[in-house]
């Protein structure tokens, strides 16, 4: 009995000094990942201040003909900062991107619409308030906005479309529809649109929010963080990133 008693107060110390053991073991590795990843902050945010100030120069020189149109996608949350997004579009004027699509998916800024217009034909003309990133001067930028509505509801209008012209009739054989159909088909129903280059995702989620898929077959996808947090070094580095890049398009 008592040599029972002896092997199950060492099988107990034992369990006890197991558990302690391993929650040793994940607070050393939650310590190292979290070390690690405030590491990595510190660095980015180094990197993006040195862009910034111009002193890495080989971000200096950004082959902007390479992103003709530009998609920025924010947050529906974030979208009521007006002010956070005519800073960035302030940003991508002074680096010269010529067209801009913005959307979110409550619409928040096809509301604001105007507001956002005329606050970015008044930077054009100045220095951006609060930045040193140089003069916009008298460079223009044609806007689009884009909100959910016009994303889902499009297909369904199209698909309707295609059904009342080919498979309402009364024609024995019905044509198999192809990908060049159906944009024909959304363009007529008011719904096209060129395909972005580049497409930069400002909020919490890894996701294009409901963008309309049929516009981004080709286009690079880049999450940027939080509106609340960006950075003109991130912008520039994203952009000279995606300026690199060779693309196939399936060939």
Known sequence: ??????VQKILSWTSVCGNLLLHLVWLILHLIINVWYSVLGIARMVENT???????????????SKVRYLAVVIDSEEA????KVLELLCWLASIGVKSICLYDRE???KKSQTAIIEGLN???KAIV???DHGTLGEKHVDLEFVSFADSKPAVAKAANLLFAKHYASTKPEKPNFTESDMSETLQAVGFG???????FVYGPVRCHMGFPAWRIRY????HMGTLKSMEFGSLIKAIHKFTKVHQNYGQ
């Open 129 to 131: 308030e609060g930045s």
């Open 122 to 124: 008044k930077s054009q």
């Open 193 to 199: 649109g060129p395909e972005p280059d580049l497409l």
């Open 80 to 83: 009521c900062e007006t002010s």
């Open 50 to 64: 040195l862009i910034s100030s111009g002193l890495l120069k080989s971000y200096n020189a950004v082959n902007i």
């Open 107 to 109: 619409g928040v800024l």
């Open 1 to 6: 009995m008592g040599l029972g008693n002896e």
């Open 219 to 222: 286009t690079e996808i880049v």
